[in-house]
């Protein structure tokens, strides 16, 4: 996968790969799975997928927001959002990649960490 975005061409390489489908079947299949997981979402359900986190949509109400170059005040009309909540296993598996190297204590400084104390 090349880059820093992972696309549907990709996930279809990557099924092809793992799986053995036809390049074909494998694109049809993801294609399938993101159909079934917008359509839910659209349909207003929630979307959980083990390991990984949950997707839901939640609606956001009216408020007011300012225009940054002139400083007027203008309504934000109410409208959904969707919302991604990583699952604690996603979560672990992002800190243990990011975390300090083994056997590093905690007055060593890390780089892009704070500062040692």
Sequence with gaps: MAGNTVTRADLAEAVFREVG??????????????????????GGDSVKISSFGSFSVRMKGQRIGRNPKTGEEVPILPRKVLVFRASHVLKDRINRVLSPRAGA?????????????
């Design 105 to 117: 204590t905690s007055t060593e400084a890390v780089p892009g960490g704070p500062p040692a104390t």
């Design 21 to 42: 489908l036809s390049r074909n079947e494998s694109a049809r299949l993801v294609e399938s799975v993101l159909k079934l997981v917008m359509d839910g979402l659209a």
